[in-house]
């Protein structure tokens, strides 16, 4: 999971449309999704290039659990 374009916090791929992750990771930062991304098919959180295998897809929406304080 990235915040304009650096390593934040992991998240889980549970389809091809949804991930999930904790709900601290959104503490304090912008919840506008097209500021975050989801980087998958790497272990290398920085990307040299854009050639790089990859995936990278941007947030359409941000969902925190009402029950999270």
Do not use: M
């Amino acid at each position: 999971l990235q915040y304009k374009g650096f390593h934040i916090c992991g998240a889980s791929l549970i389809s091809n449309e949804y991930a999930v992750s904790a709900a601290h990771c959104f503490d304090d930062l912008d919840s506008n999704p097209a500021i975050w991304s989801i980087l998958a098919g790497t272990n290398y959180l920085k990307i040299r290039s854009p050639d790089d295998d990859f995936y990278r897809r941007s947030l359409t929406e941000i969902h925190v659990h009402p029950g999270y304080r």
